[in-house]
């Protein structure tokens, strides 16, 4: 094994039942280097991080990490940490009612002479790898007590202490906001400095290019490629993620841009939930795709969630399709033609222990009552239909919704909705986490969506989506609306806009 090289992996196989994951696939890590990990959805990126760390016990090929002789083949995560491999994933898998030392040290806690835990030396030894890593951190709060960024910096900081060779960040960015992503960076920028090889999972191509030295891309559980991060341009990169070459993302509009019929379909007054969100006026139309923006914890879900009724407003009125609406709970929302994806498709979305099937139909099940049950040939039929109509990778309809990619699972949410054929559909942050050709289809979707006479409120991080898909922006700022834009929209007069959009 090269010096310069920390890890190596050959010809790595993978095969489930009926399906070959992983096709001798390779992958080599630089001591000092942050690699990007790149594919779409299904491109077999997880299944290669979980054949490294223990997860998979991989069919066939070969690891090799530097400082051990033999070729390896990891059990179990805590065997792969032991050997210098940690991860850290998009679910920050701490405990936030225990302190930062707790977390730091937590089943390798230092102890006394006499068999207790040493705390004093916890908290001691906590400072230190804090003070190392440059962060400005009280060690002995609860977890709880901090963002989400620097939760996401002290499982970092946990992971180095472990004598960490290879870092793996699995999605780290998706829940953070551009200052936060910036503190990561310089985080991950400082570990590389010291020699930690990092390999950095995302779909913003804007964050590989940002902070990436080189570039490995894998397609239907092959590997297509390494290369340096300068001789591969964002337009060859999304080209050798999907296999062809890819239309110009920022032309998915309508020539003239949206035509609406002026109809009202939701129309808010005054409307607010107390400690969340301050009164707000909003107005969607037939036809529209109104985007909320914003920094994040400035409202957004909450104010999508207060129309919805998933948290019942505290004053206001709501008007849906010009009659007056109390929405008590997402039930009675259903019935007025209206749906909601929610930004957690893990916590709020899919019912992971059931079928694809049964996921596509809940929403219509609900609105219909359980004692007028779908018969099992329409669910059938329902399901295979948007199956083929979201192109929802499954093996069956009958699939376990837990198996699929998370890209493909977000389809089978959208499709639960596009069931009830509703009037009126939130979609909070529908294409956070999943790969940029699906991102693309979903983009696309809701603007044909749009153009058959729906009303969509789009709420995304990503404000050049937003650009994209939105004819008008609403945008927040601490739990209050305070613009709105419509027009010829460009990416500064939105940042201006959220930047500095307090009324005078």
């Not at 990007?36 to 991989?58: R, W």
């Not at 202490?161 to 793996?168: A, R, T």
């Not at 909003?282 to 948290?311: F, K, N, Q, W």
């Not at 206001?316 to 019935?335: C, F, N, Q, Y």
Request: glycine residues 8%; contains cysteine.
């Amino acid at each position: 094994m090269e010096e310069a090289v920390v890890l190596t992996m050959r010809g790595i196989t993978m095969t489930f039942p009926g399906v070959k994951a992983l096709d001798n696939v390779d992958f080599t890590l630089r001591k000092g280097e942050i690699h990007a990990l790149m594919g779409e959805n299904g491109a077999g990126k997880s299944t290669l991080i979980k054949c490294l760390t223990g997860v998979h016990d991989f069919t066939s090929g070969e690891i090799r990490v530097s400082g051990i002789e033999q070729p390896i083949r990891n059990h179990s995560t805590m065997e792969a940490q032991l050997r210098g491999i940690s991860t850290v994933y998009q679910e920050i898998n701490l405990c936030p009612n225990l302190s930062v030392a707790e977390n730091l040290f937590i089943g390798r806690e230092p102890i006394t002479r006499f068999g207790t835990i040493d705390r004093r030396a916890m908290v001691r030894r906590s400072q230190e790898l804090m003070k190392r890593l440059e962060l400005a951190i009280d060690v002995q709060q609860n977890l709880e007590n901090y963002s989400l960024a620097l939760q996401q910096m002290i499982a970092i900081a946990r992971a180095v202490d472990m004598d960490c060779k290879v870092l793996i960040l699995d999605e780290p960015t998706s829940s953070l906001d551009d200052n936060e992503v910036e503190k990561l960076f310089n985080l991950m920028r400082s570990l590389r400095d010291k020699g930690v090889g990092i390999v950095f999972v995302t779909h913003f191509l804007e964050q590989v290019y940002a902070v990436c030295d080189r570039i490995t891309v894998l397609r239907n559980g092959a590997l297509v490629g390494e290369y340096p991060i300068g001789q591969l341009p964002r337009v060859k990169l999304i080209a050798a993620m999907m296999g062809k070459d890819f239309d110009d993302l920022a032309n998915i509009k309508p020539e003239g841009g949206f035509k609406s019929n002026q109809e009202k379909l939701v129309d808010a007054r005054g409307l607010t939930h107390a400690g969340k969100i301050k009164p707000f006026d909003l107005t969607v139309r037939r036809g529209e795709v109104i985007g909320l923006t914003g920094l994040l914890g400035s409202g957004r879900s909450e104010l999508a969630r207060a129309i919805y009724g998933a948290d019942r407003p505290t004053g206001g009125t709501l008007e849906v399709k010009g009659k007056p609406m109390r929405i008590k709970a997402p039930i009675d929302s259903i019935h007025q033609g209206m749906g909601m994806l929610p930004d957690d498709r893990k916590a709020e979305g899919i019912i992971p222990d059931l079928t694809v099937r049964e996921n596509i139909v809940l929403a219509l099940q609900a609105r219909q009552g359980m004692l007028h049950l779908i018969p099992m040939k329409e669910q059938c039929e329902i399901a295979d239909r948007f199956i083929e109509l979201l192109q929802i990778k499954t093996a069956s309809r009958e699939t376990l919704v837990k198996q699929l990619s998370g890209g493909n699972q977000q389809k089978v949410i959208i499709a639960r909705w596009l069931a009830t054929d509703p009037d009126f559909l939130i979609l909070d942050e529908p294409t956070r986490g999943i790969d940029i050709g699906t991102k693309t289809e979903i983009q696309k979707l809701v603007i044909k969506l749009a153009q058959e006479g729906k009303g969509i409120l789009f709420i995304s991080s990503e404000i050049e989506e937003m650009l994209r898909t939105c004819n008008r922006m609403a945008v927040l700022r601490d739990g209050e609306k305070v613009d709105e834009l419509s027009g010829d929209m460009t990416q500064e007069s939105v940042m201006r806009a959220i930047a500095g959009g307090e009324k005078e």
